[in-house]
């Protein structure tokens, strides 16, 4: 298919649909209201269905419906609306459904603004709703990778039967970008039978279908929970995606970022290496599972570590964690909506090269 | 020759449930896997299971079935039918479910005329977490969060969900029933009957509220629960049909 100009969440609702998804439900919100309206028109054109809820509480319990009967099922939202699915987001992950969440990331906390913010990484990564569980997170850093990642992400949804978010920041919904959908995309997983899924029970064979995260019992819900770390376990070994571009073997500064800051933070890095500065990126793509491993290993060749972030620094507490003090660390985080220009990550990066600046 | 004259519906399984003797859950489960039996939409069908005592619905009938968050069902159901308009999809609700947290998905569903069935279980109060006062508790009734009885200057009158929802533009099948009789299990039964088969015929949402008992945390023997509901509760949710798709609504309620 030749490439077409088209904004980010316009990519994203197309990307759904290739991935043969046929059921939204959401409710809107700056700025990824072009999702909904973009899929509200192309879904019935596909024999889908496009259902405006009431709130995220209830687009997100819909999410949980649609997705227990097998079906592929999509939702998307922004930061605050993020925060009512927070409650369905733990019930799909304790159910076991696949389902595919698109956060467009705005300023916080509370209202905060309607500006690109970075600062939902916590919510994404470490649980976000009540009780041990994670979703798989996407971090994309162009329309491109966004429109590749969502198709990704309904065969790992189906794959580990998990929730799976794409976490935006609200560059990514706005910005348009040439973006080509490939006729012949390979699956990334092969998917099993939905034997599991609610659709009436035929007694033919297949056990009677529960979808359930309820275990009264103290033993058996433990086993559901030493499974659900199993699936992540498998996640951390298979799924890891990081991009990184590393001046060799010994170099002066590693910059970590993800999403639109770090291509930022290519061009930045770009223009200081053209000066003869040593400057290495690297930038992980799946932000759950971590690429602990891949920072840890990039940082050994630095000298220092300098982490940018639209937040007050959340991916940080992961990066000191790969890094467990080895190099010092130096973070540059705007919030309120700004972005980083290229001149002001350069001008960060060279005050660490240059020893100015407090290390973490 | 001995013939069968009772037996366990198709729709039931045999387990042991975990209701207070008494209690009417049992009797709504039995009417409703009967309405499934008779149908013949057993194996077409998917019941989402409150949160409340009827949360493990899922152990008790003999279909697929979905569980759902406190109040969310009709959300759930709306997701589940969306994605798959040939089954039939019921959710299973009490009144602390259905009236209080999910208030906003009930009206919402109803109001996009979801082809759902939603059978509602008033029983005055909260019953899973032991006695709290609910949206549907009458006046001066004790419950542990209103010892002192309900006071309707503080809490509001107690919400008649059938007349809320027959408000409603959008077709519907909207009726109250209730559990306090022989008579009245066998009337609740047919608007039970009538609500399935609005869904099996495409044609509108419907939803049965029932008057129910909860023995236990009312305080009080089985038979006296069943004349408390019809001595206080029947004369403030009066029983009977509030809308159907024919158009043919109730008038305006008396005072
Ligand atoms: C979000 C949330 N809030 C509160 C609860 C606790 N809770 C469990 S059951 C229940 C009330 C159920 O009462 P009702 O719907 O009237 O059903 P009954 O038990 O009387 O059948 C509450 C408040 C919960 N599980 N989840
Ligand atoms: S607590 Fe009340 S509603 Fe719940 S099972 Fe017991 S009697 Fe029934």
Redesign the interface.
Same mark, same amino acid.
């Given at each position: 298919m030749a490439k077409k100009l088209m904004k980010g969440c316009e990519a994203i609702g197309e990307a759904a649909i290739k991935a043969g998804c046929k059921l939204f439900f959401g409710y809107p919100i700056t700025p990824q209201n072009e999702i909904p309206e973009y899929l509200s028109h192309r879904l019935p054109q596909v024999g889908g269905m496009f259902v405006q809820a009431e709130s995220e509480v209830s687009a997100s319990n819909m999410i949980y419906g649609a997705a227990g009967t097998g079906e592929r099922v999509f939702t998307s939202s922004s930061s605050p609306g993020i925060s009512l699915m927070s409650e369905a987001i733990s019930y799909l992950a304790g159910s076991q459904l696949p389902v595919v969440i698109a956060n467009i990331m705005r300023a916080g906390p509370g209202l905060g603004g309607i500006l690109p913010g970075q600062a939902d990484y916590f919510q994404a990564t470490k649980g976000g709703g009540h009780g041990d569980y994670h979703c798989l997170v996407l971090a994309p850093w162009s329309v491109q990778e966004a429109a590749d990642l969502v198709q990704d992400a309904f065969e790992l949804a189906d794959y580990y039967r998990n929730p799976v978010m794409i976490l935006g920041d609200g560059l990514i919904g706005q910005m348009m970008e040439p973006v080509e959908f490939s006729d012949d995309r390979v699956p990334i997983k092969e998917i099993g039978p939905k034997d599991w899924a609610a659709t009436g029970w035929k007694r033919d064979g297949r056990p009677r279908a529960i979808v359930n995260s309820l275990y009264l019992d103290a033993d058996t819900l433990e086993t559901h929970n030493k499974n659900l770390m199993a699936k992540y376990d498998e996640m951390k070994a298979n799924e890891v995606r990081f991009y990184e571009d590393l001046p060799g073997e010994e170099f002066d500064l590693l910059v970590v970022s993800y999403g639109t800051v770090a291509r930022v933070c290519s061009t930045a890095m770009e223009n200081l290496r053209a000066q003869g500065l040593k400057i290495g990126l690297i930038r992980p793509i799946t932000l759950y599972p971590f690429p602990y491993e891949a920072v840890s290993k990039a940082a050994k060749k630095a000298k220092a570590v300098l982490v940018f972030e639209l937040s007050a620094g959340q991916m940080l507490e992961d990066i000191k964690l790969a890094v467990l003090g080895a190099k010092p660390i130096h973070f540059y985080g705007r919030t309120g909506g700004h972005l980083i220009t290229p001149e002001e990550a350069a001008k960060e990066m060279k005050k660490v090269l240059q020893g100015q600046g407090g290390a973490q | 020759m001995t013939e069968l004259v009772f037996k366990y519906p198709e729709a039931l399984t045999q387990a042991n449930t975990h209701y207070c003797p008494g209690c009417t859950h049992g009797t709504i489960h039995r009417l409703v896997a009967e309405v499934i039996d008779e149908l013949g939409i /057993?194996?077409?069908? $998917?019941g989402?299971s409150p949160v409340g005592c009827a $949360? +493990?619905a899922?152990n008790y009938f003999?279909?697929?079935?979905?569980?759902?968050?406190h109040g969310?069902a009709p959300? $759930?159901?709306?997701?589940?039918? /969306?994605?798959?308009p040939d +089954?039939i999809v019921f959710t299973y609700q009490g009144d602390g479910d259905l009236a209080s947290i999910g208030m906003?998905?009930i009206?919402?569903a109803a109001n /996009?005329g979801e082809k759902i069935t939603v059978v509602f279980v008033n029983n005055a109060i909260y019953g899973m977490t032991g006695g709290q006062m609910a949206p549907t508790t009458m006046p001066n009734q004790k419950t542990t969060t209103s010892p002192d009885g309900r006071d309707v200057a503080l809490a509001g009158y107690p919400i008649r969900v059938a007349e809320l929802i027959s408000t409603l533009k959008t077709p519907a099948f909207v009726a109250r029933g209730s559990m306090h009789s022989p008579l009245q299990v066998v009337r609740s039964k047919e608007l039970l009957r009538r609500a399935f088969n609005y869904q099996v015929q495409g044609t509108c949402f419907s939803l049965v509220e029932l008057l129910s008992t909860c023995p236990t945390n009312w305080g009080l023997p089985p038979d006296k629960a069943c004349r408390w509901v019809e001595t206080n509760m029947v004369p403030y949710y009066p029983l009977g049909i509030f809308k159907t798709p024919e158009g043919d609504d109730r008038a305006p309620m008396p005072r």
């Open positions: - | /057993r194996d077409r069908t $998917v989402i $949360v +493990l899922y003999e279909t697929d079935f979905q569980q759902a968050s969310r959300a $759930v159901a709306t997701g589940a039918k /969306r994605a798959r +089954l906003g998905e009206i919402h /996009r």
